[in-house]
Nanobody, 130 residues
Framework: QVQLVESGGGLVQAGGSLRLSCAAS????????MGWFRQAPGKEREFVAAITRSGVNSYNGDYADSVKGRFTISGDNAKNAMYLQMNSLKPEDTAVYSC????????????????????WGQGTQVTVSS
């Protein structure tokens, strides 16, 4: 089994920055894609960013329009980890952020669709004050 654990959340003022981490543990696996989703109180979970494998050691990054230019997703294969650097944070970024991993390489896959991911972390709270 694979476990994902997020860290790095917290309280920050608008305009500030946070860096979220997602560490994978358990059996060795090579994810096809990893992503970040968030859910604010009273709202549905939404896609934030994802990295999908495009080669042996290369990935493509994709972002929701609401975070483009402010958030950067990255991965570290050696550490089996993924990161989300969040800059210029806004109060509307307040949410629980969860990381997800897709291991399967077969079947249809949409990086924005939460149900297409195989593993999920518990989430970390990000609160941006105005």
């Amino acid at each position: 089994q694979v476990q994902l654990v997020e860290s790095g959340g917290g309280l920050v003022q608008a305009g500030g920055s946070l860096r979220l981490s997602c560490a994978a543990s358990g059996r060795t696996f090579s994810p096809y894609a990893m992503g970040w989703f968030r859910q604010a109180p009273g709202k549905e979970r939404e896609f934030v960013a994802a990295i999908t494998r495009s080669g042996v050691n290369s990935y493509n990054g994709d972002y929701a329009d609401s975070v483009k230019g402010r958030f950067t997703i990255s991965g570290d294969n050696a550490k089996n980890a993924m990161y989300l650097q969040m800059n210029s944070l806004k109060p509307e970024d307040t949410a629980v952020y969860s990381c997800a991993a897709r291991e399967r390489r077969y079947g249809t896959f949409s990086y924005v669709r939460a149900s297409d991911y195989d593993y999920w972390g518990q989430g970390t709270q990000v609160t941006v004050s105005s």
